[in-house]
């Protein structure tokens, strides 16, 4: 399947990047070491779906679920400790000041994160996020594009300034399943890293 460049609209950025995350989802959740083919035909079956209009991103429903059951936790490295609240997508890069963005995060992460891009951040540590953190970035990110009605603009045409994110980190490279750095939730161990 054809990774997007700068001349696809960002719905086509976002098809390829949520339909991978779900690929990595379901095969993570399996326990999966690598890839196999019903994983590639979700990732398939999302990116067509979304592209069509058939499919949508799902609603931040279990998305609160899951940060209720690690309400104890951050959602960056797991730590257990010293716990305050942090804008997933910045406040100051104009992610919204809802209960939707505000996640669960340690002191340490919460102040070297600081305005970042929560992707390009994680990066920085040679970390990859935990894929149900990813997920509601991505949800977020995806709301904030079709509220701005930019999800059909090519993605050389948008403006760096005109998104809460930054649209290069839709540009991730995905670790292996073998790699075992993709998990669902960062554990307590992926805060020394």
């Not at 990047?17 to 979700?42: C, E, W």
């Not at 100051?92 to 994160?113: E, F, M, Q, T, W």
């Not at 005109?162 to 307590?188: G, H, M």
């Amino acid at each position: 399947m054809k990774k997007p460049d700068d001349q696809s609209t960002l719905r086509e950025h976002f098809a390829h990047v949520y339909g991978t995350l779900a690929m990595a989802h379901a095969a993570v959740r399996d326990g999966s070491t690598r890839y196999r083919r019903i994983h590639f035909i979700i990732r398939a079956r999302f990116i067509k779906g979304y592209l069509s209009g058939a499919m949508k991103m799902r609603p931040l429903y279990e998305d609160e679920r899951t940060k209720i059951a690690h309400a104890a936790t951050c959602c960056y490295c797991g730590r257990k400790a010293k716990l305050s609240l942090d804008h997933l997508i910045p406040r100051l890069r104009g992610g919204p000041d809802a209960a939707d963005n505000i996640v669960y995060a340690c002191r340490s992460c919460n102040s070297s994160k600081q305005d970042k891009d929560m992707l390009l951040w994680h990066m920085s540590k040679d970390r990859f996020p935990a894929v149900l953190v990813l997920r509601r970035y991505l949800k977020l990110a995806g709301r904030s594009v079709e509220d701005a009605n930019l999800m059909d603009t090519r993605w050389i045409d948008v403006p760096d300034d005109r998104l809460p994110f930054d649209k290069s980190a839709l540009l991730i490279e995905w670790p292996t399943l073998e790699s075992q750095r993709l998990r669902l939730w960062p554990d307590p161990t992926d805060a020394g890293t």
